[in-house]
């Protein structure tokens, strides 16, 4: 049997790619001295893999796919295949930003004030052509950690790091000088891999089905009934992909009617179907929207 070799990343986005998987229907179990999970899917054989590290494992053809942020691509400057992007709005598989940071009493107001200074990042390479592309010279020093702090206790003239709002570098004194450029979950694939047929195809279908369980996440499923003189005003406030499905209850003149509407509608959308006739109202998750 062909198997797949796929990388999911140890750390921060474990978590929430294995739950994303169980979603999409593969149930993936990391043990805690373990470094290759066990999945339901014989075709598949997992690896954890450092995000940090994963597009340098998949070029290599180490694995044949695998899941990681797009700022470790650009900071190993892999040759990989991007099948899929994975932006999840409620967890941790969400945007984030990389920044030009300073402390806030710093004189620097633009990348050219800190030519000839020092800036400590875990993003060294990119950092470096990032500067060197605008012609700036400066020292770039790698920080293994708690890189705010050398910012706001002035080790370093300047740091590079990641963030979302922004929020706890200023409430460490820090200010954001510019935005360097926005990262999110991608799974990935080696070039090789995806001129195997079978490979493809399978790559292929992880990605539809990650994207489905994501997709889903933002929406739920809306079930009511109407009765037949109101039918026409409640289907036209519900929003739906194509169109909310109709059917008749039997021996009435009553009619169920379901749709798929974004989550955050439906705490405005409820009041507004009671008041307009809707009864029986149910609301539900879903596990894949495709």
């Given amino acids: 049997m062909s198997v797949l070799r796929l990388g999911i990343p140890k750390g921060s986005l474990e978590e929430a790619t294995i739950e994303l998987f169980r979603k999409s229907g593969w149930r993936i179990k990391s043990g805690d001295r373990s470094y ?27 694995l044949d796919a695998g899941i990681t942020g797009h700022d470790w691509i650009l900071e190993n400057g892999a040759d990989v295949a991007v099948i899929r992007d994975l932006v999840y709005s409620k967890a941790t598989l969400r ?23 020092k800036i400590a990042t875990e993003l060294t390479n990119y950092t470096r052509r990032y500067f060197a592309e605008r012609k700036v010279d400066v020292e770039v020093e790698f920080s293994w950690g708690a890189t705010e702090a050398k910012g706001a206790e002035g080790l370093v003239d300047a740091i590079v790091e990641v963030t979302e709002t922004g929020s706890t570098l200023r409430a460490n004194g820090l200010r954001i000088v510019c935005e360097l450029f926005q990262s999110n979950p991608q799974l990935i694939a080696n070039h090789a891999a995806l ?6 195809e399978k790559i292929e ?28 005003a409640i289907v036209a406030m519900l929003p739906s992909i194509t169109a909310p499905t109709v059917s008749t209850l039997y021996g009435t003149d009553w009619f169920s009617v379901e749709s798929v509407i974004a989550e955050n509608v439906v705490r405005e959308l409820i009041p507004k179907l009671l008041k307009a006739g809707a009864v029986g109202i149910i ?7 495709i």
């Fill in 95 to 117: 945007p984030t930003r990389w920044v030009l940071v300073v402390p806030e009493r710093s004189p620097v107001q633009k990348i050219e004030d800190l030519r000839g200074k």
């Fill in 283 to 289: 609301e539900y998750s879903l596990n894949k929207v």
């Fill in 36 to 62: 290759f999970p066990s999945v339901d899917d014989p075709a598949l054989r997992c690896s954890l893999i450092r995000a940090q590290e994963m597009a340098r494992y998949v070029e290599s053809g180490t």
């Fill in 205 to 232: 279908q992880i990605g539809l089905l990650l994207l489905g369980a994501l997709q889903a996440e933002m929406q739920v499923g809306l079930k009511l009934n109407a009765p037949k003189d109101r039918l026409d």
């Fill in 195 to 200: 001129k195997d047929p079978w490979k493809r």
